[in-house]
């Protein structure tokens, strides 16, 4: 059975960091690409990161570009996204998902989210001005 299990969400304050983690199983990690959403209500599921599983190559969309991080442990089939200065418009909840093959880009209103084959269940980051 396929399990992504997404962690880490959490009530902080503006400024503040955040790691989320989406632990994996049930499929060969090394073969698929993960990748990190958020969604707030209203709102079409937007990609904010991707990485490579095989090799640790990442991909961020721009308005994220050098606040969040990713990375992975394949020892542990889990990768994390690590977000630094957050700020309120980053409230949402964040999903991780898996695809077979490569990381997709983030064109602006192609919903690219559905390409992915796995999804967990989400985590909350809410962030307080």
């Known amino acids: 059975e396929v399990q992504l299990v997404a962690s880490g969400g959490g009530l902080v304050q503006a400024g503040e960091s955040l790691r989320l983690s989406c632990t994996t199983s049930g499929f060969n990690f090394t073969e698929y690409a993960i990748g990190w959403f958020r969604q707030v209500p209203g709102k079409e599921r937007e990609g904010v990161s991707c990485?490579?599983?095989?090799?640790?190559?990442?991909n961020y969309e721009d308005s994220v570009k050098g606040r969040f991080t990713i990375s992975r442990d394949n020892a542990k089939n889990t990768v994390y996204l690590e977000i630094n200065n957050l700020e309120p418009e980053d409230t949402a909840v964040y999903y991780c998902a898996a695809r077979l093959g490569f990381c997709l880009y983030y064109p602006k209103g192609v919903p690219t989210w559905k390409k992915y084959d796995y999804w967990g269940q989400g985590t909350q980051v809410t962030v307080s001005s």
């Open positions: 990485i490579r599983t095989w090799d640790g190559v990442g």
